[in-house]
């Protein structure tokens, strides 16, 4: 599953590039792509670090709204180097 992701990840990318040099995509496409991706792997290293330290932890469908309002490539990013939701068969179901 996770293969799948990292193509997805990889293909979308890539595309925005290409579309992007071939004057069919506005600049402003990626910038948002790249900010709210940022936006949620921070959001998803904060609740890591809550989890680690017994704190407060930010509710799933927060985190999942993050990752449907164009944060995805962050939070793959997130679940991968920071190895958190993860394992949790739930989450990643409704990922």
């Given at each position: 599953?996770?293969?799948?992701?990292?193509?997805?990840?990889?293909?979308?990318?890539?595309?925005?590039?290409?579309?992007?040099?071939?004057?069919?995509?506005?600049?402003?496409?990626?910038?948002?792509?790249?900010?709210?991706?940022?936006?949620?792997?921070?959001?998803?290293?904060?609740?890591k670090?809550?989890?680690?330290?017994?704190?407060?932890?930010?509710?799933?469908?927060?985190?999942?709204?993050?990752?449907?309002?164009?944060?995805?490539?962050?939070?793959?990013?997130?679940?991968?180097?920071?190895?958190?939701?993860?394992?949790?068969?739930?989450f990643?179901?409704?990922?």
């Amino acid at each position: 599953m996770t293969v799948i992701k990292y193509m997805l990840f990889c293909l979308l990318g890539f595309s925005l590039i290409v579309s992007y040099f071939l004057a069919c995509t506005p600049l402003i496409i990626p910038l948002i792509f790249l900010l709210v991706s940022t936006i949620t792997f921070l959001v998803y290293a904060r609740d890591k670090y809550a989890a680690i330290h017994d704190e407060w932890r930010i509710a799933e469908n927060t985190l999942h709204s993050f990752s449907l309002l164009c944060g995805w490539p962050g939070a793959i990013i997130a679940q991968h180097i920071l190895r958190h939701k993860n394992r949790k068969t739930s989450f990643q179901i409704t990922f």
